[in-house]
């Protein structure tokens, strides 16, 4: 498939104060073109443009450096963007994905420390997520473009943990993002949808 770079599902400024107008025009239209446009040029020079991009990013993992960074950077933000509404975050979790939480990562409250533990504990660029592998639902994190599709896991929720994602508006204190990202942005509806689609 051709990537080509979505709309932001809100206005720039729908997520303030949490995630700043400015901080999404670099993020969306600097950054995730950017992996779009590079993406398009290395499918193409792969011979995998055919492909969905899901088959990209998991058959070039190891294997082509350049398209994997490129196409896993695009699927992440492709879904990062639906994973953030404005007034989201918090409790309000629909009640299936809410009793999987509570029956594989013992609550709301364990699911929200260890999911901002794995984004702080990141080290330097990468991604935090919440996956489902084997029927069960996992925090995981990861390195630069790389997300749980590369270790037979689908990702329901993941946050950015790049400076880009959060230094405009936090400097350094990547803790406090992620706890502006859980408690008032995630779009629980989409993660939902995921969970849904991932357990059919
Ligand atoms: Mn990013």
């Not at 299936?96 to 990141?122: C, N, S």
């Not at 084997?134 to 790389?146: F, I």
């Amino acid at each position: 498939m051709t990537f080509t770079l979505p709309e932001l599902p809100y206005a720039y400024d729908a997520l303030n104060p949490y995630m700043s107008a400015e901080t999404l025009e670099y993020h969306h239209d600097k950054h995730h073109q950017a992996y779009v446009t590079n993406g398009n040029k290395l499918a193409e020079e792969a011979g995998v443009s055919g492909q969905s991009l899901e088959e990209i990013v998991q058959g070039s993992f190891g294997k082509n450096a350049g398209l994997f960074n490129n196409a896993g950077q695009h699927y992440n933000h492709l879904h990062f963007w639906n994973w953030m509404k404005p007034s989201g975050g918090g409790t309000k979790l629909p009640g299936a994905l809410a009793a999987k939480i509570d029956a594989d990562l013992g609550g709301y409250d364990a699911f929200r420390e260890a999911f901002i533990q794995a984004g702080v504990t990141q080290f330097g660029s990468g991604w935090c997520w919440l996956a489902l592998k084997d029927g069960k639902l996992e925090v995981m994190k990861s390195a630069n473009g790389e997300s749980p599709l590369v270790e037979g896991a689908t990702p329901i929720l993941g946050c950015d943990v790049w400076e880009h994602s959060y230094y405009i508006d936090y400097r350094n204190a990547r803790p406090k993002y992620l706890e502006a990202f859980v408690d008032n942005l995630v779009n629980w509806e989409y993660v939902e949808e995921l969970f849904e689609k991932a357990t059919k």
